[in-house]
């Protein structure tokens, strides 16, 4: 066989050998995407997204819409030349694995965590767009959440609502910890609480639940990294009555990033006229009772899927603002947001046609 022709041979077979191990062996990276994005002002699957009952709505027009990411489940194993292409692509992003689903964090985990926290969004959502209109809104500290196998574990149950723990009031969520951080393993701490059933129960007939039950538990030493301490098991949150019906229908999402894009499509359904003037605004980041705008991950496949869909205007949380900034698509203007305040305002020099105004992203 003449030399060149089995130079060619062996180069062929090697290009083969390459491509086969690059479709058969496994890399420890997944893929974000971007995903749907829903106007919240809309419909979604034949039923409006955000749905009010019991106050007075008004009609409105333009696009709120919240954005999403997807992301390659916790069991695909993705090859070398997914991993390249991914690369190589505008609009999705190879990250390592565990970023997604970090210590092994199954699919299911995964799962569960962003339903926990999508729902805790669409609670946050409602009371920091309440409170911009200055409507009561009533709030509890409850117990979220009991950990299998803790001294909490058939004392304390998700729902019932704290009142105190050893006798002081508790107004925060964050309050439970310290209190019960105050103690040396192996001591006992005395919550003073309603139980779930009780306060469901007042809250059907409208009326404040009064009966409290005082429970003692011994505390145990943390299994966490951080530094040894006493815990009864549990994880506090908080617990919302609003004045009328506030539901929000969507489903297959989860996470909490939508939280700012559904306050500002509810501040748009209570309140007369359009917030966005008919412009075409999407958006996104996590939002607090107090209307505090936090950062969300996977910002720049969110603006592509904006921009895909139309957008003009992306609302963007202040600490994502460089890396958006840094591949901002074309025709995509990228406001920075701090507060729903802050949102409001940029919403306002939009319908007033100021936009030299708006606080616009910048690469740092």
């Not at 039923?47 to 009952?53: A, K, R, Y």
């Not at 990033?257 to 559904?262: E, I, K, T």
């Not at 509810?266 to 505090?292: M, N, Q």
């Amino acid at each position: 066989m003449p030399r060149r022709t089995a130079t060619m041979l062996a180069s062929t077979l090697m290009l083969i050998a390459l491509l086969c191990a690059g479709v058969f062996i496994p890399v420890p990276y997944s893929e974000m995407s971007p995903g749907p994005t829903v106007n919240t002002l809309g419909n979604h699957d034949g039923e409006p997204v955000l749905q009010i009952s019991g106050r007075k709505t008004y009609a409105t027009s333009g696009h709120l819409n919240m954005t999403t990411v997807r992301v390659t489940s916790a069991d695909y194993r993705m090859n070398l030349v997914e991993a390249v292409y991914g690369w190589l692509a505008h609009d999705s992003k190879v990250v390592p694995h565990d970023t997604l689903y970090p210590d092994g964090k199954t699919e299911q985990q995964s799962t569960q965590e962003n339903a926990e926290e999508f729902s805790q969004s669409q609670e946050s959502a409602k009371v920091a767009a309440l409170k911009e209109l200055h409507i009561p809104v009533k709030t509890w500290v409850i117990v979220s959440t009991v950990v299998k196998g803790s001294p909490a574990q058939g004392k304390l149950h998700a729902g019932d609502v704290i009142k105190a723990v050893d006798g002081t009031a508790v107004k925060q969520p964050e309050d439970v910890a310290k209190l019960v951080t105050r103690h040396k393993p192996g001591q006992d701490v005395v919550f003073t609480i309603v139980p779930a059933k009780a306060q469901a129960a007042a809250e059907k007939q409208n009326r404040t639940a009064t009966s409290t039950q005082k429970i003692t538990i011994t505390t145990t030493t943390s299994d966490d990294k951080g530094e040894k301490r006493a815990i009864v098991g549990i994880s506090a949150g908080t617990d919302h009555t609003f004045p009328f019906s506030i539901d929000i229908k969507l489903a297959d999402v989860g996470g909490p990033s939508a939280g700012l894009m559904f306050s500002l499509g509810l501040y748009d359904k209570l309140t007369p006229g359009s917030l966005t003037g008919g412009k075409f605004v999407a958006g996104t980041g996590t939002i607090d009772d107090d209307g505090k705008v936090g950062p969300i991950g996977g910002i720049q496949m969110k603006t592509v899927g904006a921009r895909n869909k139309g957008a003009q205007y992306f609302l963007t949380p202040a600490d994502n603002c460089s890396a958006a900034a840094k591949d901002t698509p074309s025709g995509l203007t990228l406001i920075k947001v701090k507060t729903m305040d802050d949102a409001l305002g940029a919403l306002k020099d939009l319908r007033e046609g100021t936009t030299s105004d708006l606080p616009t992203c910048t690469v740092k």
